[in-house]
């Protein structure tokens, strides 16, 4: 199903227009713009080549070009719609970074293609958790490599791509322990027994007898099949043939993709752990493997967060918040070469979190629109009215991700995928927060408790030389401020404010007043007036990430760029109360 300005059957256009969008956005071009009739006009020259698109503008100054609008002008002063090679042979950056960019996107598109023509369009709004998370085929809202998957071929993609809803057994391994880094939350055979359970269990121990692996000297693996098939080879050469590792085979549950790909929900057991698993593609922005040094690290910071939650009662009564826990974690061979390709996380079942009445849904669908053209939320929308329920979906997620910040100094990821959203025949009630291993941020001297703080200079050695900002400490609290605000407003929320001016003609400086609001009264409810004003979320501009400049220059972790603020302090047309 489309995103508001997508054209069905048109991934090429959407490609283009999302490549475009980023490239505007980011500054990488220098554009020319007029505006006239609400639309805003970008003329801009490249390698000699003149371009041109029609856009909306958006919170934050998203840019969201019009379907068909990109446009090169020809040699004989025509203007035809933009080949994608040519507009990517003519940007900046390195020639191997444009290859890898342009077969990204052909990728993408290619993808795309392969599901409107196999997978029937399905109405989506009843869908169970697991249906829904494989279903939410459009990717993400912004960047142009959004299905590239790039490894997959079409077999794969319709084998292990969350779209098709196609489910499989896990690979397991026998890895010598001298490889084996693990943090389990109970002794090694109780925690085995609880997650895979008796029959495979001792499946899997009749073929370790077989082998003669001792448990003392062999500990499991789990293994994606995709990802088993990827290292076969370089496993086979390496520690299969020094007898470091075995090969099981596939046992046990059947689990199923979520639109994250590597992410997957078990199929026979709904209420069971999900399971993230590292595979060697690249998707958006990185290489979807596990950082070695998080995986151990994820059950610490699960039970942090978690603790915090659980024992302030803030978000039990007033912003209610519930934390997935990743509670068991596994990574072998922790340096190179194959640091980060064989390993697992656990994390707790949304749907066993659910009480009687609650449905939950990834806050992605809400971005959405459908088989009859309108929103995913549509029918609750017309049911409990747009504006109450616009703004109890905004107290639901915004609120917990703020108090985290501002009350107890946590910065936590919480971009689309990362969040669920918990409610009741459709009115929100409650927020769900998942992915913490690579994805919070503090600083010791903003926290609340810091005695609390996980001592991470034991967790892992290489965090013990490691300078701010290169794992999970920051000394510069704009970098929490920047993390939840360009997660949660710049490329999340302001989504969903667009999609309701498409559909409903709700202008997006209201919805982000109604945002402002909440944030303006937060502190005088909890005492926070001084430690919110530290991170200076109204200041006119921002920086935020910008994801298209690192794809093609990638010499730094991370590039950002200033963007007008739709929370400034002196645009927004009213008086601020406490």
Not at 58 to 81: C, H, K, Y
Not at 329 to 358: F, M, T
Not at 370 to 376: M, V
Request: aromatic fraction near 8%; proline fraction near 6%.
């Amino acid at each position: 199903m489309p995103l508001p300005l997508d054209i069905k059957g048109r991934p090429d256009d959407r490609v283009l227009r999302q490549l475009v969008a980023a490239l505007l956005f980011e500054g990488v071009v220098e554009a020319r713009r007029s505006d006239s009739d609400g639309t805003a006009h970008f003329r801009w020259t490249l390698a000699d080549r003149d371009f041109r698109c029609d856009a909306i503008l958006g919170a934050f100054g998203r840019i969201r070009p019009l379907p068909g609008s990109v446009q090169m002008q020809t040699s004989d002063g025509n203007w035809n719609e933009a080949s994608l090679p040519l507009v990517v042979s003519s940007l900046p950056g390195t020639g191997i970074a444009r290859a890898k960019l342009l077969n990204e996107m052909k990728q993408t598109i290619a993808f795309s293609e392969w599901n409107d023509r196999h997978l029937a369009t399905r109405p989506r709004r009843k869908m169970d958790f697991a249906e829904l998370e494989g279903a939410i085929d459009e990717g993400h809202p912004y960047h142009p490599c959004y299905k590239a998957r790039t490894g997959f071929s079409p077999a794969d993609h319709a084998l292990f791509g969350p779209e098709a809803g196609q489910s499989f057994q896990l690979v397991w391994l026998l890895v010598a322990r001298r490889h084996l880094r693990q943090s389990l939350p109970a002794a090694e055979e109780a925690f085995w027994r609880a997650e895979i359970g008796a029959e495979t269990w001792a499946h899997l121990q009749r073929m370790r007898e077989k082998l003669g692996a001792s448990t003392e000297d062999f500990g499991l693996v789990p293994m994606h099949p995709w990802q088993w098939r990827n290292l076969s080879e370089t496993l086979a050469s390496g520690w299969i043939a020094a007898g470091d590792v075995h090969c099981l085979g596939p046992a046990g549950d059947h689990y199923t993709a979520t639109q994250s790909v590597r992410s997957l929900l078990n199929r026979d057991r709904p209420l069971a752990a999900s399971i993230k698993l590292p595979l060697n593609i690249v998707n958006t922005s990185s290489r979807r493997i596990l950082e070695p040094h998080s995986v151990c690290t994820a059950p610490v910071i699960s039970r942090w967060i978690g603790e915090i939650v659980v024992s302030d009662p803030v978000f039990d009564e007033d912003y209610p918040l519930t934390v997935l826990q990743e509670y068991a974690g596994i990574i072998a061979d922790a340096d190179e070469p194959l640091a980060g390709q064989v390993g697992a996380i656990w994390r707790e079942s949304a749907e066993a979190k659910l009480s009687a009445g609650e449905a939950v849904i990834p806050f992605t669908a809400l971005m959405m629109m459908e088989t009859d053209g309108r929103p995913f939320a549509d029918h609750w929308i017309r049911r409990f009215g747009l504006m109450p329920w616009i703004n109890r979906l905004l107290e639901v997620v915004v609120l917990p991700v703020w108090h985290l910040l501002v009350y107890h100094g946590i910065a936590v990821e919480a971009h689309g995928q990362n969040m669920l959203l918990v409610h009741r025949d459709g009115w929100p009630v409650r927020l769900i927060l998942r992915d913490f291993h690579e994805s919070i941020e503090f600083s010791l001297a903003f926290l609340r408790e810091p005695e609390k703080a996980p001592d991470f200079l034991s967790l892992h050695p290489s965090y013990r030389d490691a300078e701010p900002d290169q794992f999970y400490w920051t000394d510069n609290l704009d970098q929490l401020r920047e993390l939840v605000m360009d997660t949660l407003f710049v490329y999340n929320l302001s989504e969903i404010s667009h999609l309701l001016a498409h559909c409903y003609a709700l202008g997006e400086p209201l919805f982000w007043q109604r945002v402002d609001s909440l944030l303006a009264s937060y502190p005088h409810r909890h005492g926070m007036v001084g430690r919110q004003a530290q991170l200076g979320h109204d200041k006119p501009e921002i920086l935020t990430e910008s994801l298209m400049t690192r794809k093609l220059f990638a010499r730094k972790p991370e590039y950002h760029h200033v963007v007008l603020n739709a929370l400034a302090a002196d645009k927004l047309q009213r008086k601020r109360k406490p």
